[in-house]
């Protein structure tokens, strides 16, 4: 079964750091881009980027670029998102997603999501 | 504010059809294919048609796309309690870099 496996829900004080995983089984993790979705509470969908995990190419929405870094470790078929320093406004559910094939940028697996709260 | 634009909310009757619009503009819709995701409450969402109107494995039939131009809609017939859920379009936008989604539309089955 193909599937992306979450870390566990987080809550931080602002000014910390995080970094959240997703781990894909049941395909070929280095064939696929995997990237990651924002939903903030009773809100839309965010796109925030995307990793091509066979050669850590990345490419970030504006509106997150150089807000979060996006990582990943193929010997270990696990992709990352961090934060250098949390913000209140970060506090959101995360989603991992894969992008199937073909350049039409849909994601056909979706992660159960990864809830970060940031609260002082 | 939402680059692609949905209705917030539409309702129907079980057994009825009802039609969800997505529209966009020239850098997006209007030059790449668009894609639908349901999200139903608490729980992660999940792709329910691809490249306009093409149907993942295990999406039943009921569940239709179509694109004309800068504008998407999804129909949904034969509608069904089970349904309810928030709806969201996407396409990716040449202009931003960026996959755009559209607000969501909130479908309540009366």
């Known amino acids: 079964e193909v599937q992306l496996v979450q870390s566990g829900a987080e809550v931080k004080k602002p000014g910390e750091s995080l970094k959240i995983s997703c781990k894909g089984s049941?395909?070929?993790?280095?064939?696929?881009?995997i990237g990651w979705v924002r939903q903030r509470p009773g809100k839309g969908l965010e796109w925030m980027g995307i990793?091509?995990?066979?050669?850590?190419?990345?490419r970030y929405s504006p509106s997150f670029q150089g807000q979060v870094t996006i990582s990943a470790d193929k010997s270990i078929s696990t992709a990352y998102l961090q934060w250098s320093s949390l913000k209140a406004s970060d506090t959101a559910m995360y989603y991992c997603v894969r992008h199937g094939l073909g350049g039409n940028y849909y994601m056909d697996v979706w992660g159960k999501g990864t809830t970060v709260t940031v609260s002082s | 504010q939402s680059v692609l634009t949905q209705p917030p909310s539409a309702s129907g009757t079980p057994g009825q059809r009802v039609t969800i619009s997505c529209s966009g503009s020239s850098s997006n819709i209007g030059s790449n294919t668009v894609n639908w995701y349901q999200q139903l409450p608490g729980t992660a969402p999940k792709l329910l048609i691809y490249?306009?109107?093409q149907r993942p494995s295990g999406v039943p039939d009921r569940f239709s796309g179509s694109k004309s131009g800068t504008s998407a809609s999804l129909a949904i017939s034969g509608l069904q309690s089970e349904d309810e859920a928030d709806y969201y379009c996407a396409a990716w936008d040449d202009s931003l870099n960026v996959v755009v989604f559209g607000g969501g539309t909130k479908l309540t089955v009366l």
């Open positions: 049941g395909y070929s993790f280095t064939s696929y881009w």
């Open positions: 490249s306009n109107n």
């Open positions: 990793i091509y995990p066979g050669d850590s190419n990345t």
